[in-house]
């Protein structure tokens, strides 16, 4: 079953603290959803995209929050299927996923490492236009949408790779 929730709209950073929590009665749960990856960027979890926002535990079984990178983001049912398949396998008995797009998802939900893992994997943090093949920040928009629609295409003009750009919103 999923759900299409709001959350009353707070401040940015109160936002970030309600996604962020990890608290000890589901710390297994938050351990096993670790495994569960970005399927268009294999080198961030759910949790490390910002995406995955809070789990709750249910008499019933176990609701999970997740918010997407945008409303149209067509990995969201990748995405939710994968959370239900690893908690299912962690013995959960019954999953609820929560779409919550208030407050929105924001690149302030990503963290240093997050960011850090973009940069090795090829796509430039939302931080700034930085070429993650050599550096240079001389680089020209190619395409406002790149390989995916929350991504730009850029070239650089020092190395003439062409590299995406994860979009800041």
């Given at each position: 079953?999923n759900?299409?929730?709001?959350?009353p709209?707070?401040?940015?950073?109160?936002a970030?603290?309600v996604?962020?929590r990890?608290?000890?009665a589901?710390?297994?749960?938050w351990?096993?959803l670790?495994?569960?990856k970005?399927?268009?960027?294999p080198?961030?979890s759910?949790?490390?995209?910002g995406?995955?926002r809070?789990?709750r535990?249910?008499?019933?079984?176990?609701t999970?929050?997740?918010?997407?990178?945008?409303s149209?983001?067509?990995?969201m049912e990748?995405?939710?299927?994968d959370?239900r398949?690893q908690?299912l396998?962690a013995?959960?008995?019954?999953v609820?996923?929560e779409?919550a797009?208030?407050?929105p998802?924001?690149?302030d939900?990503?963290?240093?490492?997050?960011r850090?893992?973009?940069k090795d994997y090829?796509?430039?943090?939302?931080?700034?236009v930085?070429?993650p093949q050599?550096?240079?920040?001389?680089?020209?928009v190619?395409s406002d949408?790149?390989?995916?629609a929350c991504?730009?295409?850029?070239?650089?003009?020092a190395?003439?790779?062409?590299?995406?750009?994860?979009?800041p919103?």
């Amino acid at each position: 079953m999923n759900a299409i929730v709001t959350l009353p709209l707070v401040h940015a950073e109160r936002a970030a603290l309600v996604r962020r929590r990890r608290d000890s009665a589901c710390a297994e749960l938050w351990n096993a959803l670790d495994a569960v990856k970005d399927p268009e960027i294999p080198v961030l979890s759910l949790y490390d995209l910002g995406v995955l926002r809070d789990i709750r535990r249910a008499a019933d079984g176990v609701t999970v929050v997740l918010s997407p990178t945008y409303s149209g983001c067509p990995a969201m049912e990748t995405m939710e299927a994968d959370v239900r398949r690893q908690l299912l396998a962690a013995g959960v008995r019954q999953v609820v996923i929560e779409r919550a797009l208030s407050p929105p998802w924001t690149t302030d939900w990503m963290d240093a490492r997050a960011r850090l893992a973009l940069k090795d994997y090829g796509i430039a943090p939302p931080d700034t236009v930085c070429c993650p093949q050599c550096g240079s920040h001389d680089a020209s928009v190619v395409s406002d949408f790149g390989s995916t629609a929350c991504k730009a295409l850029y070239r650089c003009n020092a190395c003439l790779e062409p590299f995406d750009h994860f979009k800041p919103l």
